[in-house]
């Protein structure tokens, strides 16, 4: 503990402890919906294409995280206007994701230097951001969680039951739309942690884990931030001190929560509500 506070003294220890905080919350948020919306799937895609565009990036000689936002964002529109339907998603997000991944190959060849970079983000470099980049992932939190404040209530209620929504007059399509691109923004900050290739321990595991304990929409959002927050802030802690990789302990940690949940937390509060019944 002493070790950890001395360490807290740190910038860089500041810079990865606020960023981390601000990309659980916004993860923990989406990630419920994720689950609901069955878009695992759809995650991988992002991130993978998320990373063909900061390999585009680098080529260009521009900051990463703007292609990984850039990559995300396209990939996000494209997805939506294909197949935003759950019958049809998962073929366009295929087709998409093996054309983007051979972009990036690209890319990363046609580089004359090591791409330290763009490789960086396969695996998160949260120790390494700067104060400029918390402002970044601040300001991109905000405006996402915003955007999925505005349309909860309708979104919520196309996830539970689209075909009704669509008869109710909701723009089932247009919200689907926009999930893709909250999405796609979270899952750019959640690169920043745990890296391409473990994005879906944030992005899919709080929520999976919230959906075991509750089935109350708003109170599985908040068990899911927690639970995100926590992979998170605790696995920064542990690298720290043990002078590990971050991503190991996120996703750690992450799985326990879900273990947790699913075999004793979940069947306790199940028969807590049944004995109450």
Known sequence: ????????????????????????????????????????????????????????????????????????GITALFIGALGVRARGRDTVVGVTLAFGLGLGVLFITLYPRYASQAFAILFGTITGVSRSDVALLVGIA???????????????????????????????????VVFLLVMAAAVAEAVQVVGVL????????????????????????????????????????????LNAPVSVFVTSLSFLFYLVARFVLGPALRRREARGA
């Open 1 to 72: 503990m002493d070790q950890l506070a001395s360490l807290l003294g740190y910038e860089f220890v500041q810079n990865a402890v606020a960023a981390g905080f601000v990309i659980a919350l916004l993860s923990g948020a989406v990630s419920r919906f994720v689950v609901a919306r069955d878009m695992s799937f759809g995650v991988h895609a992002l991130a993978e294409l998320g990373f063909t565009g900061a390999a585009a990036s680098v080529l260009a000689g521009l900051p990463p995280v703007l292609g990984l936002l850039g990559g995300s």
């Open 198 to 241: 473990l994005i879906l321990t944030l992005m899919i595991t709080p929520g999976a884990a919230a959906e075991r304990l509750t089935p109350r929409p708003g109170r599985s959002i908040l068990y899911s931030t927690l639970i995100a927050l926590a992979s998170t802030l605790g696995g920064i802690a542990l690298a720290l001190v």
């Open 142 to 176: 905000v405006v996402t969680l915003a955007a999925l404040a505005v349309v909860y209530r309708p979104l919520m209620f196309a996830t539970v039951d689209p075909e009704v929504a669509e008869a109710r007059g909701v723009p089932v399509g247009a919200l689907g």
